[in-house]
């Protein structure tokens, strides 16, 4: 697969990194492409993203018309402590839909494709990544019915086993206590992520040359610094995607704390986009659930394009190395 | 580095990849311990889907008596019957069906129009393109709804499958775009070079070469964007207003009430509402094994 | 699980200043402008509700159906909605062509009533009077039905029609009191020393959820235990100053928190949800649960292997509750005489009868027809307090955001985390900021 041409032909794109990657034509009438593309992001995305700008200097009820007033809701938003406090939450939530389901799914997908893939068939692989998949085809609000029946302090199905197998001093009121709530949260996000990210890069995985591995295992490297050499680099790209889409989720997150905890106890797993919600749906304070929605769209949309931006130095000087 | 490379070299085989390769090596006591790790945590992983399943066949009584942890004493198949014809179930699954069907094939369309102007055609200011497209993913959704509301009301698509189809091709193209221009950008030289020696312009390459060998991707985009649209719950919520358009998720949240809930239904719909999407992943599970591919971004 | 009577009050002045004369299309009919016996030849009448099929309102609802359709020729489109739905939605569809014309919808200032101080209500006073609807509501149960123009209850035009009540009581396990020798208590007094024996015996009494509504109003109810209407009145309508450090509210954090330490509450209540409480009262676990009227269907078909009852509060006169949701009619909507002949069957005796044989708390029933001991025992406690204006609302009602203010207090509460002093001067704070919110 990594053939000396192919290496070569991507050289020669960083020299000239504007041109198209279609011979003799220039990059102008590409353009046309985008138009359907470009018409409806603006439309469904853009639109809105500006009205609610606006909405955010505004108080409005979502019925009779928007009453401007001024920067009353972002003073008000950058008074909030609670608001601020969430988004050290939405740090747990990061680690909980990102670096753990990426560093996990990674290893899953690795000794799913390399070791129970090749020695055991690939039926039992496949199997094993549908199971794994599973949590991501669940309804949120019906995940969190049963997450319930598996935490909750009395009868619950952990508790039960806890105490079943001699651990009775272990058993604890799991989502009730300020100091387990948020790590049972995350425990449960890690549960919802992990298909996810096993299902990409095992999907990545196939792009690595079984050749590669044997002349790497010829000059005596062992399993984890083949899988550290060659196939992170290769499948590096899915990394990057993961990472970001994950990112984006785990700022936005809502369902799980919502349905499993509404953010107690205490304030112990209040996430950002609660706010927002109840802002918008409960209290009907539209102004306001537009100010916390825009807040939360900035720091995402600023965290995407610096991620972008970090992801294309990584790729370039991969290129030129 | 693409699939598109490794895809002209393996012989066309019905066999799946993992398969092929398989049996190779002898099995070290090492790999059955890790296979078994492995197989414990998927089994931790579907034990709710366990507990799903076995309250789905209890009736209410049962659960009062011992809660939902314990097996059915009798099999009931009250829940599933009564969450079919309360709902109406097949007309939800059609709905459902035919929403995250369309919205799958047009996403991956307006991905691969994206992506041919953005991976190979390189076109001014990319990164800000992508990020543009993007915003469809950061944006909370909940702060879409009253702007989409009016806008949709105007055009006469409020309480329209429609009006879901296209908010939803937007959102999922924004993903496909993204991924889809990093695999475009390292699409093999020779190969565009060659076919526009045949002399086939950009459309023909587009459709001939390009689409024809990103398959395998555009397969995995099209088996994502249709799970998660099916799975959707806040925006089909509030644009399907009549039950006749409703999905099925929204059908599953009609059992819980204001303050208490039909358990052992709710059960029983998750299991029903759970089975198409199941069923679509294991059908198109294979192509997954063909691989996305994803070369450098840009 | 639903969070519980969503009791936004927050209105924002700016929102009332402007809809001074926007509630129109009710407002210029006269009395004789109400066609008490509509023909429906031709036409279909759209009614949306979000009861269960088998809840007694679902029922009852249900029957009314052919009858209407007889009555008038019309014919009925009826859509099952989900609570969470008309939640979200509402003011969306009310303002679209896809209103319906007649849909149950919550009470309380943050629901009918912000809808229809946005115009999105029709004003039912000319309907109340062609019918004769307001002889058949006490006037506890008026409340939750008339709005001011800043959407606030109690007083105004009606905008709606509750057609049951609901209240919360006590639900004990008749076996386990027979096992123990304890008889139902009528002080609060002997309640207390019947939860003292429980824990005596190792149980705990209590099944309780400090992440859901019901402790919330097991704390109200303690307060109300002293407490006079007056009291409840400036609490729910902001007519006069309210102290959450008297003695009321300081018995009831007092009390929580005596209850948590002598183990009549589990600490667990913080990770249990009210679903959770109900499943352990009906799997046996706990002998007593403190809710409302709203389990009763659940536990008559739930509960097989023991023998249970209810009874109010000991000690107390008044206690949480109201009339039920409401029907309104959308301004929207196309076909309003038929929907308030609809309305009118509905509050007949035949309908109302079946929603209490059903399980019900209906408000215009003949208390002779009900059936079964369950039905009348339910009914005849509603009827005790209605008598006594013992309706108190619910704690969450006064302001947008109190729902989860209150829960969150209480869990620091039982955790121990705050003082029952501690506690109250959070709650005070964040009853007064919202407050202000409402009244401006």
Known sequence: ?321 | MAISTSDLRRPPTTESPLKFRARRTKRTVGDWVLLIVVIAVGFLIAVPFLIIAINSFKSPADYGASGPLSLPKSLYLGGIENFWTYVNFPLKLWNSFFISGTVAILAVLISVLNAFAIGIGRVRGRTWIIVLFLLANTVPQESMLYPLYYMFKQIGLYDSQWAVIIIFTVIQSAFGTYLLSSVYGTFPKEILEAASLDGAGRWQILWRVIVPISRPTLAVLLIFFFIWTWNEFLIPLTFLISNDNQTVPVAISLLQGDKIMDVTTTSASALLGLIPTVVFFLIFQRTLTRGITAGAVK | MRKRHIALGAILVTGALLLAGCSSAGTNKSTSGIDTNPSGKGKTLTLWDYEGDTSAMGIAWKAAIPIFEKETGAKVKFEAKSFEQIQSTASQVLNSNSAPDVMEYNKGNATAGLLSSEGLLTNMNAAYKAYGWQKDLSSSLQTTARYNTKGVMGSGNFYGIPNYGEFVMVYYNQDSFKKYGISVPTTFSQFESALATFKSHGITPLSESSVEYPLGQLWYQLALSHATRQWVTNYQTYTGKVNFHDADFTFAANTIKDWVAKGYISKNANGTKAQDAGDAFQNGTNPIFYSGSWWYGTFISGIKTFKWGTFLFPGSNLAPGSSGNLWVVPTKAKNKDLAYKFIDITMSKKIQNLMGNSGGIPVAADASAITGAKNKELIANFNTLTKRDGLAFYPDWPTSTFYDQINTALQKLVDGSETPTQFLTELGGEYATGVKQITG
């Open chain 1, 1 to 321: 697969m990594a053939t000396t041409p192919l290496m070569t032909s991507r050289r020669r794109v960083v020299r000239a990194p504007e041109e198209s990657l279609l011979p003799h034509t220039g990059n102008r009438g590409f353009w046309l492409y985008l138009i359907p593309g470009l018409v409806l992001v603006t439309f469904i995305v853009v639109v809105p993203l500006v009205w609610n700008i606006y909405l955010s200097f505004t108080s409005w009820r979502g019925i009779l018309p928007p009453v401007w007033i001024g920067f009353a809701n972002w003073i008000q938003l950058f008074g909030d402590s609670e608001f601020w406090e969430s988004f050290a939450n939405s740090v747990a939530m990061i680690v909980a839909m990102v670096i753990v389901p990426t560093v996990l799914g990674l290893l899953v997908a690795a000794v799913l494709f390399d070791l129970i893939g090749k020695k055991f068939g690939g039926r039992v692989a496949s199997f094993l990544r549908a199971t794994y998949y599973l949590p991501q085809l669940l309804p949120v609000a019906v995940a969190a019915v049963v997450i319930g029946w598996i935490l909750r302090p009395e009868n619950g199905a952990l508790n039960t086993v806890l105490g079943g197998i001699g651990l009775k001093s272990l058993e604890h009121d799991w989502l009730g206590d300020p100091s387990t709530a948020l790590l049972s949260i995350m425990f449960v996000m890690v549960w919802v992520q992990i298909g996810y990210p096993v299902v990409i890069f095992m999907a990545a995985l196939q792009r690595v040359d079984p050749e590669l591995y044997e002349a790497a295992e010829l000059d005596g490297a062992g399993w984890f610094q083949r899988f550290r050499s060659i196939t992170i680099n290769i499948i590096r790209p899915e990394i990057f995607v993961v990472t970001l889409t994950c990112t984006i989720a785990a700022l936005k997150v809502f369902g799980p704390v919502f349905t499993l905890t509404r953010g107690g106890p205490g304030n112990a797993t209040i996430v950002p986009s609660y706010y927002s919600y109840n802002e918008f749906f409960n209290a009907q304070q539209v102004g306001y659930g537009a100010t916390i929605a825009t807040a939360l769209t900035v720091v995402i949309v600023l965290l995407t394009i610096g991620f972008i931006k970090a992801q294309n130095r990584v790729e370039q000087s991969e290129r030129s190395n």
